[in-house]
């Protein structure tokens, strides 16, 4: 093959990988207009109101200190809610995950029913979750602790069956043809393998649960998050920026923590 055609083969690749660029651009361009059209999203007015959001940003990062005092209680609150709604979603995750990994409950129709089940569930948002306890049990952390179990058990369960399914299954079979019972089976055989992936997506989830019970506490399911609204509605953005401030530290080092704790798992 001569260096003329070498050269051509070489160059297909990089037109059809421009065109291709070119096609997600136009489509990328089309569709932001057309959502913009859809929505009657008036981009004009954001640009106009931006001195408005750099004068509140300002007021924020003037943060009322003395107000820590107050957001200190609330935020032991807040991690409370999340440790409580992440061991409480986990313990019942890790039932479950055992109910519908295949390698360990061998009914076919029960396991499918169960994963429909736990499907449904994992659709429901944490938001919505957040809404329909507070109407039931009232405003306040019981609420949130009840929303953020069950968003864990949704992140828990998925992760942890899976990786039920995909241990060795060389130990279950030797205990199964010992005679072990099913008990038997999964605390000498399935355990070990899996324990550490159980702890590791505990931890993930407490991630999540810390930054979503500030949320959820903005609508009324207990934590920091509800006195975050009350700022923002007196316009007291002192106070705002005194509560996102350490929202952020403390996320940041829960997440940093809880990182590390990971990959200490998983070497």
């Not at 207990?222 to 007196?234: A, D, E, F, K």
Request: net charge neutral.
């Amino acid at each position: 093959m001569s260096s003329t055609e070498q050269e051509k083969l070489l160059a297909l690749p990089k037109k059809k990988f421009k065109i291709l660029n070119l096609l997600w651009v136009i489509i990328f361009i089309a569709g932001l207009f057309i959502s913009t059209n859809e929505t009657k999203t008036d981009l004009g007015a954001l640009f106009a109101n931006f001195g408005q959001f750099a004068d509140i940003f300002l007021q924020m990062l003037h943060p009322d200190w003395s107000y820590m005092a107050t957001v200190i209680p609330l935020l032991l609150e807040t991690i409370k809610m999340a440790i409580l709604g992440t061991v409480i979603g986990s313990a019942v995750a890790f039932i479950y995950s055992l109910l519908i990994a295949r390698n360990i409950v061998k009914n076919k129709a029960i396991t499918g029913i169960l994963r429909v089940i736990m499907n449904i569930i994992r659709t429901i948002p944490d938001l919505l979750l957040g809404a329909i306890f507070v109407a039931i049990v009232g405003i306040g952390p019981v609420a949130g602790v009840l929303a953020l179990a069950i968003c864990t058990f949704g992140i828990v369960v998925k992760l942890f069956y899976e990786a039920i399914e995909t241990i060795d299954p060389g130990p279950i079979e030797a205990l199964t043809a010992v005679g072990a019972n099913k008990l038997q089976i999964i605390v000498f055989a399935v355990l070990p393998q899996v324990i550490t992936y159980f702890i590791s997506y505990c931890l993930y989830a407490f991630e999540i649960n810390v930054r979503a019970s500030t949320v959820l506490g903005y609508i009324g399911a207990g934590g920091i998050g509800l006195y975050l609204q009350q700022t923002l509605q007196v316009f007291d953005y002192p106070k705002t920026g005194t509560i996102i401030i350490v929202i952020i530290i403390v996320v940041v080092l829960i997440d940093y923590v809880s990182s590390k704790s990971r990959e200490a798992l998983m070497q």
